[in-house]
């Protein structure tokens, strides 16, 4: 069936019309030429009350053009992504080949975190980056928006947050403050919205809170001498009434169900709690003994706060060990090494969501010749292609059956200490964002690494056509490596 130069688009059920804008657009942004029509169009979205999971769809390529049937908005809109992808595949002018294709995700949790602390990103690669998870499939974007070297959202009751604490980045403690607006801020949940990307929100606590403190000082629980100010004070009943505060501006921002408070590394930073006498006193009247009981101590308040704001938290796998309640509580398991916190978090009933560095966090390098981002410590391990596609396996979880119903996804995470530029963080996503998205969609028994290994041919002519600096695996030399930042120093 040969594909029309100009390609028109109907919706036979009103609810799927909505959509219809949205797709020309995109289809325009890879040079296609695309128009909605009332008459019978092309491709045309029909309502189909056989699915009942929202995200399920049926794609149909005939010798007259293609339909797209789903349940739900969701389901219609992944379509039109198979469908998008068919024809960036082919081009206007050529042909498709018949086929009827049923279509369902393996995981309803299908993520990409980034962090704009560590270097400041901003709303026009943020949108970009939405555009292409869309075209992925992928529908939760972890927007890590706080930590030590920035803060990175602006807060209305507390404006020092940004004037002061979003000055500075990894590589130049005095560049000028970079933040999002709470305009932009909703801007962008706005337009993940229009492509069914849920965005979630990090306010990190009670660690990797320096820049808060460099705001706010008043809230620091101190830390140690490479982390300095790097905690909250739990002590102090005006730390629960200031993150508070900030939660509940974070709240109306964020339609999303969730919020997640980091909880990760606190004894980075938390030797100064033994120290602090209002800390001492806490422990003594709580009964409480150790720090540990002491971080714990701040993630339950934290918790029952969010509850009452009608919102589910989500804590990296530290969190597991808290206490934290399992009806209201998401964990993330992002250490590999530690699988006992998997193993814990499935055991106690929490619902989970797979991100290990190893082979998911996207700043870790893609090639053995790539000298910029990390590689694990031990044995110099990285995360290649091949290696995002095949995840999740017992293989990735030394052992541990991921087959309960509490693992609700998989999600890569970028973290951006070596990442400064636009083109270096695409350059460090793509085309693993392919392979995550594979890895996040489809079941294992319908894996095939050497037909994905295929397909990406077309899918880097795609990253071409739309200006994506991208590793190409296949031919490392013909993509040398972005270089990462160089640390500025103060003189």
Same mark, same amino acid.
């Given at each position: 069936?040969s594909?029309?130069?100009?390609? &028109? *688009?109907?919706a036979?059920?009103?609810?799927? =019309?909505?959509?219809? =804008?949205e797709?020309v657009?995109s289809?325009?942004?890879?040079?296609?030429?695309?128009?909605?029509?009332?008459?019978?169009g092309?491709?045309?979205?029909?309502?189909?009350?056989?699915?009942?999971?929202?995200e399920?769809?049926?794609? &149909?390529?005939?010798?007259? +053009?293609?339909?797209?049937?789903?349940?739900?908005?969701?389901g219609c809109f992944?379509g039109l992504? =198979?469908?998008l992808?068919?024809i960036?595949?082919t081009?206007?002018?050529g =042909?498709l080949?018949?086929?009827?294709?049923?279509?369902?995700?393996?995981?309803g949790?299908?993520?990409l975190?980034l962090d704009e602390?560590?270097?400041?990103?901003?709303?026009?690669?943020?949108k970009k980056?939405l555009?292409?998870?869309a075209?992925h499939k %992928?529908?939760k974007?972890?927007w890590h928006?706080?930590?030590?070297q920035?803060w990175?959202?602006?807060?209305k009751r507390?404006?020092?947050l940004?004037?002061?604490g979003?000055?500075g980045?990894? &590589?130049d403690?005095d560049?000028?403050?970079q933040y999002?607006?709470?305009?932009?801020i909703a801007?962008i949940?706005?337009y993940?919205a229009?492509r069914?990307?849920?965005?979630?929100?990090?306010?990190?606590?009670?660690?990797?809170?320096?820049?808060?403190i460099?705001?706010?000082?008043?809230f /620091?629980?101190? +830390?140690?001498?490479?982390y300095?100010?790097?905690?909250?004070?739990p002590?102090?009943?005006?730390?629960?009434?200031?993150?508070?505060?900030?939660?509940?501006?974070?709240?109306a921002?964020?339609?999303?169900r969730?919020?997640?408070?980091?909880?990760?590394?606190v004894?980075?930073?938390?030797?100064?709690?033994?120290?602090?006498?209002?800390?001492?006193?806490?422990?003594k009247?709580?009964g409480?003994?150790? %720090?540990?009981t002491?971080?714990?101590?701040?993630?339950?308040?934290?918790?029952?706060?969010?509850?009452?704001l009608?919102?589910t *938290?989500?804590?990296?796998?530290?969190v597991?060990?808290a206490?934290?309640p *399992?009806?209201?509580?998401?964990v993330?398991?992002?250490r590999?090494?530690r699988?006992?916190?998997?193993?814990k978090?499935i055991?106690?009933g929490?619902?989970?969501?797979?991100?290990p560095?190893?082979?998911?966090?996207l700043?870790?390098?893609?090639?053995? /010749?790539?000298k910029y981002?990390?590689k694990?410590?031990?044995?110099?391990?990285y995360a290649p292609?091949?290696?995002?596609?095949?995840f999740p396996?017992m293989?990735?979880?030394?052992?541990? /059956?991921?087959?309960?119903?509490?693992?609700?996804?998989?999600q890569?995470n970028?973290w &951006?200490?070596?990442?400064?530029?636009?083109e270096?963080l695409?350059?460090?996503?793509?085309?693993?964002l392919?392979?995550?998205?594979?890895a996040a969609?489809?079941?294992?028994?319908s894996?095939n690494?050497e037909?994905?290994?295929?397909?990406?041919?077309?899918?880097?002519?795609?990253?071409?056509k739309?200006g994506? *600096?991208?590793?190409?695996?296949?031919d490392?030399?013909?993509?040398?490596?972005v270089? +990462?930042?160089?640390k500025?120093?103060?003189d």
């Open positions: 069936m594909v029309p130069k100009v390609i &028109t *688009v109907s036979v059920s009103g609810e799927f =019309s909505p959509l219809i =804008s797709f657009e289809l325009k942004k890879f040079s296609i030429q695309a128009k909605k029509t009332e008459k019978k092309w491709i045309q979205l029909v309502r189909n009350t056989a699915y009942h999971n929202p399920e769809y049926r794609l &149909t390529v005939s010798a007259v +053009g293609i339909i797209v049937e789903a349940g739900c908005a969701n992944y992504q =198979s469908a992808q068919l960036n595949g081009g206007t002018g =042909s080949p018949c086929a009827v294709i049923g279509d369902a995700p393996r995981y949790w299908r993520g975190m602390s560590r270097h400041f990103v901003g709303k026009a690669e943020v980056l555009d292409l998870m075209f %992928l529908n974007f972890h928006l706080t930590d030590s920035g990175r959202i602006e807060i507390y404006p020092l940004t004037s002061v979003a000055i980045n990894l &590589t403690p560049a000028p403050a999002y607006t709470q305009a932009e801007e949940v706005q993940a229009d069914f990307i849920e965005v979630i929100p990090e306010i990190d606590m009670p660690g990797h809170a320096t820049s808060a460099k705001a706010y000082p008043e /620091s629980g101190g +830390g140690s001498k490479q300095p100010n790097f905690t909250f004070n002590g102090k009943e005006g730390t629960y009434t200031f993150l508070t505060n900030i939660l509940k501006e974070i709240i921002l964020f339609p999303s969730y919020i997640h408070i980091g909880g990760d590394e004894h980075f930073g938390n030797e100064q709690w033994n120290h602090l006498p209002e800390i001492r006193e806490l422990m009247a709580q409480l003994e150790g %720090l540990v002491v971080e714990h101590y701040f993630l339950n308040r934290i918790s029952d706060s969010i509850r009452v009608n919102k *938290v989500i804590g990296w796998d530290e597991v060990t206490g934290l *399992v009806s209201n509580t998401m993330m398991w992002w590999q090494e699988p006992e916190q998997l193993e978090a055991n106690k929490y619902e989970i969501v797979l991100c560095r190893l082979p998911l966090y700043d870790f390098v893609q090639h053995s /010749s790539h981002g990390r694990w410590s031990k044995g110099g391990e292609i091949e290696k995002v596609y095949h396996s293989d990735y979880t030394s052992g541990i /059956s991921i087959s309960t119903p509490l693992i609700k996804g998989i890569g970028i &951006t200490e070596t990442i400064h530029t636009p270096r695409q350059f460090m996503i793509f085309p693993r392919s392979a995550l998205a594979e969609w489809t079941q294992d028994k894996k690494y037909n994905f290994n295929m397909r990406m041919d077309k899918m880097m002519e795609v990253y071409k739309i994506i *600096v991208f590793f190409n695996y296949k490392p030399e013909s993509s040398p490596e270089a +990462g930042p160089e500025k120093k103060r």
